[in-house]
Nanobody, 126 residues
Framework: QVQLVESGGGLVQAGGSLRLSCAASGRTFSRTAMGWFRRAPGKERDFVSAISWSGDRTYYADSVKGRFTISRDNAGNTVYLQMNSLKPEDTAVYYC???????????????????WGKGTLVTVSS
């Protein structure tokens, strides 16, 4: 089992920035792929970004590419999502997720991950 706790959500104006954090426990963090997904109001949960075990590979949805950056601190068991140039359409509950296998972004985008946090709300005002 993996426990995931997100933090850093909030209200921000369009064009602003936020950094989400996710603290993980319960599994060797350096052998756990990590990711972020989001669910906008009235929509299904969508893939946002993922990062490999070592952090050498990162994946992004087209909608956030160039604006969001995922990173991880394996010593601190934490994954981050730096979100810049935020848009109102980025408004969603953001979920941290984890997967025991070091796969590709296409796989996580299609099948999701095995473990989920409870989510943190990001609201971008226009």
């Amino acid at each position: 089992q993996v426990q995931l706790v997100e933090s850093g959500g909030g209200l921000v104006q369009a064009g602003g920035s936020l950094r989400l954090s996710c603290a993980a426990s319960g599994r060797t963090f350096s052998r756990t792929a990590m990711g972020w997904f989001r669910r906008a109001p009235g929509k299904e949960r969508d893939f946002v970004s993922a990062i490999s075990w070592s952090g050498d590979r990162t994946y992004y949805a087209d909608s956030v590419k160039g604006r969001f950056t995922i990173s991880r601190d394996n010593a601190g068991n934490t994954v981050y999502l730096q979100m810049n140039s935020l848009k109102p359409e980025d408004t969603a509950v953001y979920y941290c997720a984890a997967h025991p296998l070091d796969l590709t972004g296409n796989y996580y985008s299609r099948y999701g991950m095995d473990y989920w946090g409870k989510g943190t709300l990001v609201t971008v005002s226009s």
